[in-house]
């Protein structure tokens, strides 16, 4: 496998680590670095979906989830809620990853504070209270209640595709129409904001920020602004998590992902020195090759190269998996990357030069040095997995392009 980056790019990736190392002590940096280099292990993250009845909530859960209405394990829609307890729906890919659907608070008549209770608050990093017309009083005393318990929420206002639907027939304006279309889709959302605004200003509000969305099309609308909002307002660990275990549902989403492996990756090759030397056949010196599967395999599945996200995204969009999976050059499935997967990319010899330079480079970052494994187990574990993770990307990129190509009629 030929390398995906250049010595130069690595060069400037390295000067980074470097000076984010200068700035703190060896030992706190090798501490975190560990610490933080499982996150995905040891964090856990949960996201409450609540609402009155009919609001959309299930029917956003699995848009979160990337998922039709249809598919196995989907949340149930479209049906009266027959249960009162909280249903949890978590990503085979990432358990430690879980969205909620709640009970409407009206529904089960209590008050906001013995919902909460009920509900199990604290169980949740932060809440959605969605409403798909007026937000009630129920709504915003939620809202009061989970604030008063120091935790994040926002409210969401769905199926604004069938106001736009809507305003446009009532409007007399042909599909084909795409300028009175365009036109008219900014003047519903306008008056739907306006209305959102003024309804919870009338609930007592102070300042109201309503997300307007659509199950139908999450890169549309407030989602990604709403997904911003919510990521910005995480505790960096969580915010980080938060990113990988989403599917890829915006046009930003890649990048987002590639930002946070890249500063899991340092903290992996790091984490990989202090693990200390494993010696392996052909090296003349030792590296974790555990810590290199093992974030391969995550790599894989953040950017959704595994088969399980893969056939969930083929269902979405109505295409067989094996279509997607034909543009995937690099990134093998999840039972692919292996410890004889990663020594075969070492022996290649075009690999094997860049190490030596990466090395060289090295030792311009003397600190490292004096870590338990050296220079070389970081650089090895560094390269290794900054190559995988330029490639997953592309291929990441490729597959979301061939997603959303028009189906071949036949
Ligand atoms: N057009 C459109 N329909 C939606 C949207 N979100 C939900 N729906 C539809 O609204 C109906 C109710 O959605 P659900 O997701 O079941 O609502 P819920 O809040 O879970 O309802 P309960 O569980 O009964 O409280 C279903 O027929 C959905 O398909 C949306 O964004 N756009
Ligand atoms: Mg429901």
Same mark, same amino acid.
């Given at each position: 496998? =030929?390398?995906? $980056?250049?010595?130069? #790019?690595?060069?400037?990736?390295?000067?980074?680590?470097?000076? *984010? %190392? +200068?700035?703190? /002590?060896?030992?706190?940096?090798?501490?975190?670095?560990?610490?933080?280099?499982?996150?995905?292990?040891?964090?856990?993250?949960?996201?409450?979906?609540?609402?009155?009845?009919?609001?959309?909530?299930?029917?956003?859960?699995?848009?979160?989830?990337?998922?039709?209405?249809?598919?196995?394990?989907?949340?149930?829609?479209?049906?009266?809620?027959?249960?009162?307890?909280?249903?949890?729906?978590?990503?085979?890919?990432?358990?430690?990853?879980?969205?909620?659907?709640?009970?409407?608070?009206?529904?089960?008549?209590?008050?906001?504070?013995?919902?909460?209770?009920?509900?199990?608050?604290?169980?949740? =990093?932060?809440? $959605?209270?969605?409403? #798909?017309?007026?937000?009630?009083?129920?709504?915003?005393?939620? *809202? %009061? +209640?989970?604030? /008063?318990?120091?935790?994040?929420?926002?409210?969401?206002?769905?199926?604004?595709?069938?106001?736009?639907?809507?305003?446009?027939?009532?409007?007399?304006?042909?599909?084909?129409?795409?300028?009175?279309?365009?036109?008219?889709?900014?003047?519903?959302?306008?008056?739907?904001?306006?209305?959102?605004?003024?309804?919870?200003?009338?609930?007592?509000?102070?300042?109201?920020?309503?997300?307007?969305?659509?199950?139908?099309?999450?890169?549309?609308?407030?989602?990604?602004?709403?997904?911003?909002?919510?990521?910005?307002?995480?505790?960096?660990?969580?915010?980080?998590?938060?990113?990988?275990?989403?599917?890829?549902?915006?046009?930003?989403?890649?990048?987002?992902?590639?930002?946070?492996?890249?500063?899991?990756?340092?903290?992996?090759?790091?984490?990989?020195?202090?693990?200390?030397?494993?010696?392996?056949?052909?090296?003349?010196?030792?590296?974790?090759?555990?810590?290199?599967?093992?974030?391969?395999?995550?790599?894989?599945?953040?950017?959704?190269?595994?088969?399980?996200?893969?056939?969930?995204?083929?269902?979405?969009?109505?295409?067989?998996?094996?279509?997607?999976?034909?543009?995937?050059?690099?990134?093998?499935?999840?039972?692919?990357?292996?410890?004889?997967?990663?020594?075969?990319?070492?022996?290649?010899?075009?690999?094997?030069?860049?190490?030596?330079?990466?090395?060289?480079?090295?030792?311009?970052?003397?600190?490292?040095?004096?870590?338990?494994?050296?220079?070389?187990?970081?650089?090895?574990?560094?390269?290794?997995?900054?190559?995988?993770?330029?490639?997953?990307?592309?291929?990441?990129?490729?597959?979301?392009?061939?997603?959303?190509?028009?189906?071949?009629?036949?």
């Amino acid at each position: 496998m =030929d390398p995906a $980056i250049t010595i130069e #790019s690595l060069k400037k990736d390295l000067a980074e680590v470097k000076a *984010a %190392l +200068e700035q703190k /002590k060896l030992e706190d940096v090798s501490a975190e670095a560990q610490q933080q280099s499982n996150l995905l292990k040891n964090i856990r993250l949960a996201i409450a979906i609540t609402g009155s009845s009919g609001a959309g909530k299930s029917s956003f859960v699995n848009a979160l989830r990337g998922m039709k209405d249809r598919a196995e394990g989907a949340a149930k829609t479209g049906v009266k809620e027959t249960t009162m307890v909280p249903q949890e729906y978590s990503y085979p890919t990432f358990p430690n990853f879980k969205i909620w659907d709640l009970p409407g608070i009206g529904t089960v008549k209590f008050s906001a504070k013995e919902y909460l209770t009920k509900v199990n608050f604290s169980n949740y =990093d932060f809440f $959605i209270i969605v409403s #798909s017309g007026r937000f009630t009083e129920d709504d915003t005393n939620l *809202a %009061l +209640e989970i604030q /008063k318990n120091k935790k994040k929420f926002y409210y969401v206002r769905s199926k604004v595709d069938v106001d736009i639907d809507n305003d446009r027939r009532s409007k007399g304006i042909d599909l084909e129409d795409t300028h009175e279309v365009m036109q008219s889709e900014k003047e519903t959302l306008d008056t739907v904001r306006k209305d959102s605004y003024d309804n919870l200003k009338a609930l007592g509000v102070s300042s109201p920020r309503v997300f307007l969305i659509s199950r139908w099309d999450l890169s549309k609308y407030d989602f990604p602004l709403l997904q911003e909002t919510f990521e910005k307002e995480q505790d960096e660990l969580k915010r980080d998590v938060l990113i990988m275990c989403l599917p890829i549902l915006t046009k930003d989403s890649i990048k987002k992902k590639k930002a946070a492996m890249e500063s899991l990756i340092w903290k992996k090759a790091i984490a990989s020195c202090a693990v200390g030397l494993i010696p392996l056949p052909l090296l003349s010196f030792g590296f974790d090759i555990s810590i290199v599967v093992s974030t391969m395999r995550d790599i894989g599945k953040v950017f959704g190269l595994d088969d399980y996200s893969l056939n969930i995204l083929a269902n979405r969009v109505g295409k067989p998996v094996e279509e997607l999976k034909s543009v995937i050059e690099h990134t093998p499935s999840t039972d692919k990357i292996t410890a004889e997967f990663v020594m075969d990319i070492l022996k290649s010899s075009a690999m094997w030069g860049t190490i030596t330079v990466v090395e060289m480079v090295l030792d311009f970052i003397p600190l490292l040095g004096s870590l338990y494994g050296g220079g070389s187990s970081f650089a090895t574990t560094f390269y290794l997995l900054k190559n995988f993770l330029e490639n997953a990307v592309k291929d990441a990129e490729k597959v979301q392009a061939k997603a959303a190509e028009p189906k071949r009629h036949k």
